[in-house]
């Protein structure tokens, strides 16, 4: 089973706060969060480096036909795909687990949108 895990981009702050972080918000009572705040959840997956996979990061991959796929992560009828808007066509790639050992975050969408642009 997946676990439930969430992180926030807060805006005013200009800061990603982890899920240890939000949980200790809201165990010690310290407020509300905007209407800004962007939440983002754990997908379940780990990079090759073990990092967590969320929404709204940005993977680069080199699997399939020996080319380089970088987009962001989001959730899409039904399933987490890597998606890049910034490419004419729009690159879009299912994340399928047993390929996660070719997957690597680079950033996520709200601190590093500049890793998207077509070059």
Do not use: C
């Not at 949980?23 to 480096?49: A, C, E, P």
């Not at 808007?85 to 500049?114: A, F, K």
């Amino acid at each position: 089973m997946r676990e439930i895990k969430f992180r926030a981009w807060i805006p005013e702050r200009g800061i990603m706060g982890s899920h240890w972080e939000l949980r200790q918000r809201i165990n010690l009572g310290l407020g509300r969060f905007s209407d800004k705040t962007v939440f983002m959840q754990y997908t379940g997956l780990k990079d090759k480096n073990g990092k967590e996979i969320y929404e709204g990061d940005i993977v680069k991959t080199d699997y399939g036909e020996n080319r380089d796929i970088k987009g962001k992560v989001e959730f899409w009828e039904g399933h987490y795909r890597l998606y890049n808007p910034g490419v004419s066509r729009g690159i879009t790639e299912v994340m399928y687990s047993h390929l996660y050992r070719h997957w690597e975050v680079i950033g996520n969408i709200y601190e590093n949108p500049d890793l998207l642009e077509e070059k």
